[in-house]
């Protein structure tokens, strides 16, 4: 049943990525709210579960964004394996720690995406203030992210069908 639940979360955050987080553009770059539901489920979920969650998620989001198919997969994956294999709770870690951790995800991902832009060699423009930009504005929706997921999770709600 928890994978049911974190398969619906999967697709309403996946709806969100798609159709309303464009609208929080700022100087063209769009929040990535997936990284923190990768990140939150490689700490609730099995492994095989949150990586068959995210590999689907990850693709239908690459459908809809074709200019570095499969990369956000990769990246997505990659971030939830790290998780995985080295979380600790984010309930009980400082906050420095939490900061640290998140910040040092989202280097990495803005690293590999700036690598695969420069590989694939897409339309887009290099400038390091975007990145810059890109990065700071992710890690902190990505902290906002992890934490209302935690939230949320504690609140229990419950889905009736």
Do not use: C
């Not at 923190?36 to 068959?52: C, D, H, Q, T, V």
């Not at 009980?92 to 694939?120: D, P």
């Amino acid at each position: 049943m928890k994978i049911f639940k974190f398969s619906i979360w999967a697709i309403i955050i996946l709806f969100f990525q798609i159709f309303i987080a464009p609208n929080f553009t700022i100087f063209g770059i769009i929040p990535n709210v997936l990284i923190s539901f990768s990140i939150y489920l490689g700490m609730e979920l099995p492994y095989k579960a949150s990586l068959s969650i995210i590999f689907f998620m990850g693709i239908a989001y690459d459908l809809v964004n074709p200019n570095l198919l499969g990369i956000h997969t990769a990246i997505l994956l990659t971030i939830t394996t790290i998780i995985e294999a080295h979380h600790a709770s984010v309930k009980k870690e400082k906050i420095l720690v939490v900061i640290t951790g998140l910040l040092g995800i989202n280097i990495g991902y803005i690293l590999l995406i700036l690598l695969s832009n420069f590989l694939f060699n897409t339309s887009q423009e290099f400038s390091i203030l975007k990145y810059f930009l890109s990065l700071l504005y992710n890690f902190i929706s990505t902290f906002l992210g992890v934490y209302f997921l935690l939230i949320m999770d504690k609140m229990r709600l419950k889905i009736e069908i």
